[in-house]
């Protein structure tokens, strides 16, 4: 059975620091390019970060760029995301998301972040307010 359960979420104080975690299982965990998305209320899916399957290529989206590290440890089928910097504009609920196979973390920047690409998992909650 294929899952993606993340963890890690919860309240920050703005200028704070969370780590996100997303534990994978049912599936060759380094075959896949994996990514972070999130939802902020009200808007749409947006794609936040990505990392190949090796960890040797990565991206980022503008916004989180410089505040935000994804990297991931391949041996115990973890994906992480290191927020740092938070701003209230990072409220949202964070999905890690596995996607197609032989998908590069940077065709995202071309692609719509929608459930139609990749497997998704159920998300974290992530609130920034002070």
Not at 76 to 85: A, D, E, G, V
Request: proline share 4%; charged share 15%.
């Amino acid at each position: 059975q294929m899952q993606l359960v993340e963890s890690g979420g919860g309240l920050a104080q703005p200028g704070g620091s969370l780590r996100l975690s997303c534990a994978a299982s049912g599936f060759t965990f380094s075959d896949f390019t994996m990514t972070w998305a999130r939802q902020a209320p009200g808007k749409g899916l947006e794609w936040v970060s990505g990392i190949f399957k090796d960890g040797t290529t990565s991206y980022y989206t503008d916004s989180v760029q410089g505040r935000f590290t994804i990297f991931r440890d391949n041996a115990n089928n973890t994906l992480y995301l290191q927020m740092s910097s938070l701003q209230p504009e990072d409220t949202a609920r964070y999905f890690c998301v596995k996607l197609p196979r032989h998908w590069g973390p940077v065709i995202v920047r071309t692609r719509a972040a929608t459930r139609d690409f990749g497997f998704w998992g159920q998300g974290t909650q992530v609130t920034v307010s002070s």
